[in-house]
């Protein structure tokens, strides 16, 4: 049961603590930062022992065989729907490969604009044993593949044997990753981002974690000797936008898979009427009892609530302040709301729009920006496996008509060496 | 003049110090944590003190009057030239502005990319009364212009008398900036990034600045209820490629227009031969002498060195290892250089392409990445303006034709609840 709100007659304090999201707690900071000192001064001798210490696996070796990937199996139904993830998710990330541009600014100049593959990048796919985040593998080693990455790795923490589940190494291989190291936590961080005998340093690591993972990711991302990160990474959460017409089936459904993800998740649901959050709400309790992840579901739906309100223009304003990861938008009607929507990780449109099928098999990237960075981050995409640069071309003609202006504004701004460069060219073209 | 080595007869080791920037020092983590404290807890009292703490002036308002914005007088010759440099840079931000996709990535699945302007940024310059940046003005305001963006904030440190430069006030005007605070440094990082009564809180900062600046936008950028960042700035570099065919006096003057930045600025030279090197470093004392910011000058050519380097391969290995911010190819034959580069910020090409162009008048972004960053970044360019999100449109074929393997996927991962949203949908279609 989530608690029912009715928006226009709250206080403006109270609709800002509404769309406030639960607080985590970290105290991590400094145990992060001496995780990454050891891996940095130890090197291995550091990666054997605190995967001992904090997965209680003894490794054998840092890397995972060629031969135990290549063995490894997964049924011909799981096979399948592996192989039906890979295809949209290549199609949808191909098609949004940014393509070499070019344009001539003035008479003489002429910029392209290239972009190139990052050379190395380190993927992070947390779990383990138990909960095998193949899809979590997909969204990163896919793109990384298409953009041309020529050197992926991944991190991935191993089971108490020291084991990687086989789901995981299957789709490792299917999705073209040759190189895995059984290691978890901020030691698989610092070892990705500073790298040691055995563990290849990255220029880029990418994919969600715990506060472990999110804290060294950041520590390692402000320093140049490091490397640099995907996104700061959060609780997931949806926002649901529903009319009376909807399912409240579906929506209760599409409530309970975010907040299975973690206690700290959070759902909310707007909605036009009363009558709908509570059928709503009737749902939610009986489908709960069916699910594995009661316990879960029960502190991030205590996170969560049901505001009601009917004005469009407030509830768009709702949608872009909460700048939700997942905004669904089960409506008649929903043609007319993408427009207006500003600050949102993705959005899925329609009543058959399960946001589980955009976490699986749409297509689209699931790494997404939450805790309200949406506002001002982007979910992932072939870009960020990328760098780009312009190429400047400049012919006499080019230097001649646009010469003068530069050493005018050169010399604004008091750099008299930079008027110099430029001089020097038109004095050499005056004869 | 600079020190000249033998590439090729250096110890690996020594190939490495080469490449090695200069190491700034930075102690002023709790200085500027200090200045974000006073900033969120006293707002627009702390702007006041601390600009006159930090810039000496007594401001008798937090924001420049839309009167001086609008009576502020530059030279013709001047507002021709910075005419010229909105152009350009125009041109060129809306040749890159990144136009929505739509995939069909399966039978009944289809996915649209939409981009939108973020909606508040807060740009800065950084200088002061004697050396008005109006170019990084331009490079931050007429992209964020292009892309949209509906709130622009601009912040510069004023002078003594509280007074901003005429020449940013109007260039300012042309590009579109009507809201000017007169702060600057860690200050005004912080009440952006925070907002107070008088500043407006903005979504994402852009612009270059001191160590304090810097280090201001790296911890703002950490704090999910700050603001996001451009990217980690640091001191500029330039690296030359030249053959024999090049003008020294051309190379020499394009290695003084980067040393003038700063004191720990580096520029490199990687040449065929002694004598190109030598002749260079002729050309160095001679125009050297002319130059107003010859301090800075002898100290950054300390920090800088020519490499004899002849072996093709072995230079474009040199270029992608140090990665540098600005790259010149100023030989012969440039076409075939650019396929083979990854990490650099931006390459001009030939003998014209003097940097200085880049700077002022190409219409190329000229915030870059410094340090080695451009391993693993971008310079600024009209996407960092824009946030950008998938919209999934999901009919009932395409949950029937990938519902299925949706559930297979996501009952691997242990997530039932995740598998249950698509497989109540399915149900519904049974009949």
Chains 1, 2 share one sequence.
Request: proline share 5%; charged share 15%.
């Amino acid at each position: 049961m989530l608690a029912i709100k009715n928006w226009q007659s709250l206080s403006a304090v109270d609709k800002k603590l509404c769309l406030t999201r639960p607080i985590t707690s970290s105290s991590v900071k400094n145990n992060v930062a001496d995780i990454i000192k050891q891996v940095r001064s130890l090197g291995d001798e550091a990666l054997y022992e605190l995967t001992e210490r904090f997965d209680g696996a003894r490794l054998a070796s840092l890397q995972v065989t060629p031969e135990q990937i290549h063995n490894a199996k997964v049924s011909q139904t799981t096979l399948t729907a592996m192989n039906q993830a890979i295809k949209t998710i290549t199609a949808y990330h191909q098609s949004v490969l940014p393509e070499h541009t070019q344009v001539t600014t003035a008479k003489g100049i002429e910029i392209a604009t290239a972009y190139r593959p990052i050379q190395k990048v380190g993927l992070y796919v947390p779990g383990g044993n138990k909960t095998p985040l193949i899809s979590s593998l997909f969204m990163q080693a896919i793109p990384a593949k298409v953009a041309g990455c020529p050197i992926k790795v991944l991190c991935t923490p191993p089971d108490a044997q020291g084991e990687i589940n086989e789901h995981l190494l299957v789709a490792a291989r299917l999705s073209g990753i040759e190189t895995i190291y059984p290691l978890g936590g901020a030691q698989a961080i610092a070892a990705m981002a500073y790298g040691t005998k055995s563990i290849t340093k990255v220029d880029k690591i990418f994919g969600p974690g715990n506060s472990f993972v999110t804290e060294a990711k950041t520590q390692i991302s402000s320093d140049p000797d490091g490397a640099a990160i995907d996104m700061p990474a959060g609780p997931s959460e949806v926002m649901i936008v529903a009319d009376d017409w909807a399912n409240p089936a579906f929506i209760a459904a599409d409530l309970l898979a975010q907040a299975e993800h973690g206690a700290d998740s959070q759902v909310l649901l707007i909605c036009d009427s009363v009558g709908c959050a509570e059928q709503v709400n009737q749902q939610l309790l009986l489908q709960q009892d069916k699910l594995s992840r009661q316990a879960l579901i029960k502190q991030s739906l205590a996170n969560s609530m049901i505001l009601i309100c009917s004005d469009f223009a407030e509830q768009i304003n709702i949608i872009n302040s909460y700048a939700p990861e997942h905004l669904i938008i089960n409506r008649v009607n929903t043609a007319s709301w993408v427009d207006k929507i500003y600050a949102v990780g993705t959005v899925f449109l329609g009543p058959w729009a399960a946001e589980t099928m955009g976490d699986y098999v749409t297509g689209s990237n699931h790494v997404l920006p939450t805790n309200g960075f949406a506002r001002n981050h982007n979910g992932l995409s072939t870009s960020d496996f990328l760098t780009r640069f312009s190429v400047q071309s400049i012919s006499q003609e080019g230097i001649l008509n646009l010469g003068p202006a530069a050493v005018t504004l050169a010399q604004i701004e008091g750099l008299d060496a930079h008027a110099n460069a430029v001089q020097i060219r038109l004095n050499s073209l005056e004869i």
